[in-house]
């Protein structure tokens, strides 16, 4: 059983108010019996409901990555709040009986067992999981039909180019709305989100001149996507095998939701890895129609400086059953970590993690990573959003020589050559941080590092830089929440 601790079973929790929930059950008592078996890989009880029989709630640890949590109550929500308060009452140190592991569970146990002993067996004879049959003429279709829907986007696209953005009003977006839904039938979805956002910046916004200047933009990047997503169709449509891209972002932009046994085939998983969190916020995404959990991480294990990234969706619909996630102080131990296709910041997921605290060797290894160069950093990132289909904001993290403000009240850092890089607030981000800058203590502000987000403002002309994170010494100071 790994170590638990409060922000470890917060971590667990689906969203915010089944933290509050779960340890409200604790406060109220609500537990009418507690138990742990002999060996302290399972914890259960039972926990007073609405009704008269109580719920039976127990959080196994066989394997301890991944506990496995189960419920008699209704909730739809995973883990629901008896199962976390299972755990908090053991946070706060409430007795637990020791008692047998109940029959039922017993059961499910003995069957987990043998499943994973087949899996042993299987991979002891040299036994090769039998590969997923792909309905290769299913797919040709759907590839035709995406086909049409980029040829319907182009016209669409083309439209608004020649007639100019001050000729689309408030009428136009009927028309729009309908091609946004029609793009779902054609399997963009992808485009579909993007075609969204663009009419969210054309109407979304007070600043219209800055709202046309975003949008054109956009239109662009449809514009390149409809280019390279047709060439690339066309290809893999000729290709025998129908290999996915797994190098670039094309597929997510066409709507392929990769699946990690996807991920696996391609190489694109690494065992073993330490990732320490260095920033975190959540976000309304209104053309996903999502709220979006983003985090970004440093791989100690790792070379290179690279920042990862991971993406917790939540759609509008199901946001309150499901996990939200939120801020990790820890050290995140991770068996096993799959990378998505991408350039910087790559989307990295992982099953099971456990947890373990922050030491002054972690911080020593995560800055160890930093770039020192900021020309060369630039370059890097002028590099990567010149690519019309990457992520826009990529995140480094960067050495400070010095932390200072100029005399017309403008925050920079410079690197150990003199090249200065500008801080300011970038519009992509739900909030500002350069105000917290005057917060941040005097000592921090030479030989520290900063986590920046860079953005191509528009409307500047120039490439601007948002700190998130702050870290001096064994001191992490996150800007943004």
Partial sequence: MPELTSSYVDSLAPNAAAIKNGQGLVRKKSFIELHQSEDGELLFGKCAGSGKTPYECSVDFIVPDNPVFRCSCPSRQFPCKHALGLLYARVEGQT??????????????????KREENKVKQAAEGAEPKPKKINKSALKKKITAQLEGLDMLEKL?????????????????KTIQEQVKQLGNYYLSGAQIELRRFTILMFGGKDQEQNYTYAMEQLSRLHAFIKKGRAYLLARSEDPELA?????????????????????????VKDGAELLQLAFYSFNDMARLEYVDLGYWVDLTAEGGRIHRTVNYRPYKAAKLMREEDSFFE????????????????????EAMSPRTVQGPDIERATAQAHRSYAEAVKMVKNQIKNPLSDKLPVMLLHAASLGITESGQYVITDESGSRLALEDIPSLPQGT???????????????????????????????????TVIKGEEIIRLLY
């Fill in 244 to 268: 996915l891209d797994h190098e670039s972002t094309i597929d997510e932009w066409l709507g392929h939701a990769w699946q990690l046994s996807e991920l696996k085939e391609y190489g694109l």
């Fill in 331 to 350: 050290i995140a131990v991770v068996p096993q970590l799959y990378t998505y296709p991408g350039d910087m910041n790559a989307r990295v997921r992982f």
């Fill in 157 to 173: 696209v083309l439209g608004f180019v020649r007639g100019g953005l001050s000729t689309i009003d408030r009428s136009s977006m």
């Fill in 434 to 468: 350069v105000h917290m800058l005057p917060f941040v203590p005097a000592a921090a502000h030479t030989d520290c590092y900063l986590l920046v987000m860079f953005e191509h403002n528009l409307d500047k002309g120039r490439l601007t830089a948002q700190p998130l």
């Fill in 96 to 113: 637990f009986s020791p008692a047998p592991v109940p029959e039922d569970i017993a059961s499910k146990r003995e069957k987990a067992e």
